[in-house]
């Protein structure tokens, strides 16, 4: 009775070990977020969205969008419309009969040790085509794929991998003081992007971030 009594118990600990180590290599997120039609707001409502430091997905006009990516950019509003139209061009895969619009996505990500949490955004293109239900365009790279993290300054990369009705990312790198992020570059193969990022300065550093592969959802599935 006692050996079957510490078998059990053997039995139980290995479970709870098990279970604790997948939860520190991938993390699972399934909370599902309301999606706001922003393409309804005004001006100073969809800022003060944007602005709130709040998780969701939101809906954007043409518009919309190439207004934020001239602000996160600090370019003019022509040159993110000319952005918006090569990301267009580059998406050959998706039928024409599709009907195709922007959703932003703001993410907070924790860091351990850390009272601030930076936003995570990412913009991706989601189409209906007849009766059939929304879906993430897995062939089209997200618009934006980057950290609102003023005052503090990202250096690493972040990886998104789009599915239909969801996305995954992987995020890998530093945070800085007193400092500016530029963009290096997006590699893409197939549904998976990762963007590389930069900082001016690395003297004044704050925190270090791995994430395990995270799911966040949009669409619902």
């Not at 279970?19 to 520190?24: C, D, H, I, M, T």
């Not at 995954?168 to 800085?176: A, E, K, S």
Request: charged share 15%; net charge neutral.
């Amino acid at each position: 009775m006692r050996k079957t009594l510490i078998y059990f118990l053997g039995f139980v600990l290995f479970l709870s070990f098990f279970g604790s180590e997948v939860k520190a290599t991938e993390r699972v997120d399934s909370k599902t977020l309301e999606i706001i039609d922003g393409t309804t707001l005004n001006s100073k409502e969809l800022e003060d969205l944007l602005n709130s430091n709040k998780e969701f997905t939101v809906e954007l006009s043409d518009q919309q969008v190439a207004e934020q990516y001239a602000k996160i950019k600090s370019v003019t509003i022509q040159e993110a419309y000319s952005k918006l139209a090569e990301y267009n061009k580059l998406d050959t895969f998706s039928p024409k009969a599709e009907s195709c619009s922007w959703f932003g996505t703001n993410t907070e990500i924790p860091i351990f040790g850390k009272t601030y949490r930076p936003l995570l955004q990412v913009y991706v293109q989601i189409c209906s085509s007849g009766g059939t239900p929304k879906y993430i365009n897995t062939n089209q790279a997200p618009l934006l794929q980057e950290f609102v993290a003023n005052p503090i300054s990202f250096s690493g990369t972040i990886k998104v991998e789009l599915h239909n009705g969801h996305f995954l990312f992987l995020i890998n790198g530093n945070f800085y003081n007193s400092t500016s992020t530029t963009h290096t570059g997006t590699i893409g193969v197939g549904n998976i992007f990762t963007a590389s990022y930069s900082v001016a300065s690395s003297s004044s550093f704050y925190a270090s971030l791995t994430t395990g592969l995270t799911k966040r959802d949009v669409l619902g599935y």
